[in-house]
């Protein structure tokens, strides 16, 4: 039997990225705030399964390898021993459960309530919570003047790979993995694909990226899909482009065996399928609540994040694109700001992308053929790290920054960054994006030396050198 209803300023479902920071936001103007999450722990994909898991691992995968640095002349950092799995997880584990108790402690000091229950709306003021594995185990019952719809996304499994045999995992449960597998066939080319593809490979794992495709990434600067590719490629990792897994059968004990539409069958010890994901709004009976959906499944807001009931707002991967824990966190904000009347609720007009494959890479503005397509006039301007000291004292001679400026008054427009430290790099040029930095600056603003940031100075440089050609 359900429990008398609780009443609360605002309701928020989902304990990942949008809903934590939609509710620390909320805390900070002392409403009264429920939290529900369908897990004991916070953090949602973010922590849990997604960002911060993918991300440890990748840089694990980097030092046990040693492949970081695998380019330090007569430097031998390979590794000599075989990796295992408690190498591999022990790292992640760690910071995992550091971030679970650092959310956790950040909304008890807010006062904000935590319920452990799956939400579904039965009026559109009012959600029953579902008992969840170790949570309390009556249903609850909670009545909200405003919610927040921060229920994340989950992988998407095709019908072929549902079997329970074999090794077949997605990017939520690779984490269960109880070895480092020898060969893997990762389904998917896109970003948690490429990445993971990396991260196995790194390990020693002979990777087969399979995609119906036929390159990485199309949305990426194509000289950097071009650089990325030939990475991937050198460290082991073999393309199946134009490909559709027909048939996916578990191998007894070991492994599964995939038909292809064009290419012989692959053998291997596990498949990762990284087939796109779902808006998670299955359980919520958004009906109940008048909330609308589009054809994807994905909830529409307005630029508010608010939906197509007043009261109720949405935001993070529930919203769809573009889907980011960086984003989700700041539209979660931005979404509780504008219900409380205080701020507007535009996200920067310009965003940053990181993808942490190996090389890692990041992305923010107009690329080349964005500028064109939409008639913008360009010059572009290249530094190369291994022009740069310290790349070459970090020994990753094949990265690169470019810049793509405004012909016009050779304004940044653009910053597409591949190789070591990008995704951090890559924020100087969003700054210089944002407040409309020229060339000429960039040429005179005095850098640290040896950095990498020093790569902004040189690919200036060198797009002031082609504007003066033309
Ligand atoms: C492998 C991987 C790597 C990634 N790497 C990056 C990266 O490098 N950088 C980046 O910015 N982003 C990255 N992302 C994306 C990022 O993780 C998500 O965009 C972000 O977590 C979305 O936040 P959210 O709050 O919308 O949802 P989530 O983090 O998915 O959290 C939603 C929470 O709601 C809970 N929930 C669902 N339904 C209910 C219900 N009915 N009742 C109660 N609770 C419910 C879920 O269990 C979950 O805890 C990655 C994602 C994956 C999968």
Redesign the pocket.
Known sequence: MANEPRNYDYVI????????YGALELGEHGKSVAL????L???????????I???TLRETALALSGLRSRNLYGVDLSLHRDITVSDFLGHEQHVRGAFNNSIANRVEAKRIDVYA????FTDPHTVE?KPVADGPQETQVLRGENFLL??????NRPDLFFSKKGEIYD??T?LELDRIPKSMAVIGAG??GS??ACIFAALGAKVHVVDGHDGLMPFLDAEIVKALTAAMEKNGITFHWKQKVTACEPIENDGARLTLSDEPPLSVDAVLV?AG?HS?IE??NLSAAGVTTDPKGTVVVDDAYRTNVPHIYA????IGY????????A??RLAVRHALGLADPALAPVLPT???TIPEISVAGESEASAQKKGIPIVVGLAKYSANARGQIIGDLDGFLKLVFRREDMQLIGVHVIGEQATEIVHIGLLGILTGIKAELLVDICFNTPTLSMCYKMAALDAIRHAGKS
């Open positions: 479902i989902g304990g990942g990225p949008a809903g934590v529900i999450n369908n897990a722990a916070l953090g949602g994909a973010g922590v849990n399964t997604g960002t898991p993918s991300k229950g799956a939400a579904a919570l921060a229920t994340g996304s989950s992988p990017s939520d690779v970003v948690i990445e993971y990284a994901r998670n359980c919520l935001a993070g991967d529930i573009p889907a980011l824990a960086s984003t989700s966190m539209q979660g990181g993808i942490y």
